[in-house]
């Protein structure tokens, strides 16, 4: 996958998780991990996933 369209479904995926949990519970701290917690996965899955089926 293109690595800018990775980056941009990570930011959109964080987005919108952080969306999500900012509705269930406007605490600062747990709306932003979860947010970059996603973002992050999405944009080194694909390297972590090469790394453990080769």
């Known amino acids: 996958m293109n ?3 990775r980056f941009l479904l990570g ?3 964080g ?6 949990t900012y509705a269930i519970t406007p605490t ?8 970059l917690a996603v973002a992050v996965l999405v ?3 694909e ?3 090469d790394l453990v089926l080769d």
């Open 28 to 35: 600062p701290p747990w709306w932003w991990a979860v947010g």
């Open 3 to 5: 690595p800018l369209a």
């Open 43 to 45: 944009w080194f899955g």
């Open 11 to 13: 930011l959109a995926a």
């Open 15 to 20: 987005t919108a998780a952080s969306g999500i």
């Open 47 to 49: 390297l972590v996933l």
